[in-house]
């Protein structure tokens, strides 16, 4: 009999070997633990001109990219890798990725949501009451000798009870949600698109919200479209008594208006876990006592962490099986 090859059998392609995965800036230690020993992938070199040198040699070869949320595949490197099938990113924001341009290219594209869900709207509740209630300032009362007989410490705002404005109700923002109502919080919020199946009070846009709430939390994805969405007009409108907290990106603040909201009283105070410029903090930022900064630490937990990394090797394991992807951003 012969062999009828179907038009809708499985296109076989080439496996992917070591020297065809690439990993992009340093990731999360198992993930390049696993890409070295049981992929033996390439590792893209961070400076000039090894980078430039690697590129030339190796570029045109690379089918499948493993970066993070911070160190992604921009414009300029997807145009070095011509024959890129894949970008497996660590972490659940791809901003730093050029995915218009990726995607217009067919290349398929996988993030890690989900996992990570919880650990975020806890750092999130953190930083609410650590900024509302001064819980760092009064820390360091304590440590440094402040706290002496006679002097107590400057009363704080209360949490509990207060409206708070999501702006960004994805996963994320909603985990926020569900831990404020705890609180006894009156939940609002801004999104792209209304919630139908929300109770939440929805606003049109970013400065209703902030106008209609006395804490303004920033759970918005990063990217062009959401850059500087909490502007001056914005933060004019959470007002002297109203408070800041982002874990989103530091991109979705215009950070200079932010500096001159806190310095100037425009806004009673801000918590924040990112920054537009990150490592980098502006020097006007460590200075001023009413924000609390914390060093990106949103999802950083040992628990979080490794479900994030195993499942950022799952999605690449799947791609090298069948070219799908077990969490692909659309
Ligand atoms: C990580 C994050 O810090 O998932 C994200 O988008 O911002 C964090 O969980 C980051 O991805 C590490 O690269």
Redesign the pocket.
Known sequence: MPTNISASAPQVTAPIAGEQILRVGPVNPTVAQSLSEEFSSLVLPETEPEREAFLTAHGEQIRVAVC???FGVDTDLLSRLPALEAIIN????YDATDTKTAIARGIKISN?PEV?NDC?ADTALGLYLVTLRSLGAAERFVRNGSWVPGKNFPLATRASGKKVGILGLGRIGQAIATRLEAFGCEIHYHNRNQKPDSNYTYHHSAVDLAAKTEVLIVAAAGGAQSAKLVDAQVLSAVGPQGFVINIARGTVIDESALIDALSTGKIAGAGLD?FENEPHVPAELLELENVVLLP?L???TNETRAD?AALTLDNLRSYLADRSLLTPIS
Do not use: Y
């Open positions: 993070s949320g911070r660590f972490g659940v924001g890690t990570l975020v990112v990106h949103g999802s950083g994030m």
